[in-house]
């Protein structure tokens, strides 16, 4: 396999020959959003069509509600069809996969368990991720979302260990210009909580 490396300054990357290098001055900061203690939902609205893919980076918490981790529910555009996701995980030491779509229909959202703590973990411990949405202004195109992200519990008995590796797809090709995070279960994200969005140029 061939492989080309570019350096600058401290930093380095490596890919395979024809593939595309993204370098840390292509990612421009868009929007964030933080918790308020009171909202279930995350948005991000009239996003610019003028990047190539987009990146989502946060750490979340709920604000209330005794769980111990809490899931979210992607969605673009408002829509409430047309996805269906797949992950890769481990659970206090489990590792399991799974496909979640509704056979033979699709699902009204992609799903993100653990995608922070709950009210019911130590209070210094938060989720955290990074989410990539590829071609996300495309016309021609479905959306594909892939995804890393984890929870510690930190010595709280209360909390479970989790990271995931999940991946995601909205069968849509119109351009998305806006996101929702949501809590499944209508509780808030607390103030500590960060979503922050960028733009990949390529």
């Known amino acids: 396999m061939a492989i080309r490396s ?11 020959v024809g593939n595309s290098i993204i ?3 292509d990612y421009e900061s868009i929007a964030t959003v933080t918790g308020n203690g009171s909202s ?30 809490i899931t979210g529910q992607l969605k673009f555009n ?16 489990s590792v399991s996969s799974n496909s979640n779509q509704n056979a033979p229909g699709w699902n009204t959202y992609i799903n993100i368990p653990y995608i922070g703590t709950g009210s019911a973990s130590l209070t210094s411990t938060y989720g955290v991720g990074i989410m990539d949405i590829i ?18 519990g ?13 991946s995601g ?14 809590t ?11 979503f922050a969005l960028y733009g990949i140029r390529g």
Request: proline share 2%; glycine share 8%.
């Open 78 to 93: 408002g829509t409430s069809t047309y996805y269906v996701d797949h992950v890769l995980q481990a659970v206090n030491g």
């Open 23 to 25: 370098l840390p001055g």
């Open 40 to 69: 279930s939902t995350i948005t991000f609205s009239s996003i610019p069509s003028t990047y190539k893919h987009l990146q989502i980076r946060w750490i979340a918490r709920q604000a209330s509600g005794g769980n111990a981790n």
């Open 6 to 16: 570019l350096k600058s300054g401290s930093f380095s990357r490596s890919a395979q």
């Open 135 to 152: 071609d996300y202004a495309s016309t021609s195109k479905n959306k594909t979302v892939r995804m890393f992200y984890g929870t510690d």
């Open 184 to 194: 499944s279960n209508a509780t808030a994200w607390n103030t500590g909580t960060t």
């Open 169 to 182: 797809l909205f069968a849509d090709t119109t351009a998305i210009s806006s996101i929702t995070i949501t």
């Open 154 to 166: 930190n010595g709280d008995a209360n909390t479970t260990y989790h990271v995931s590796l999940r």
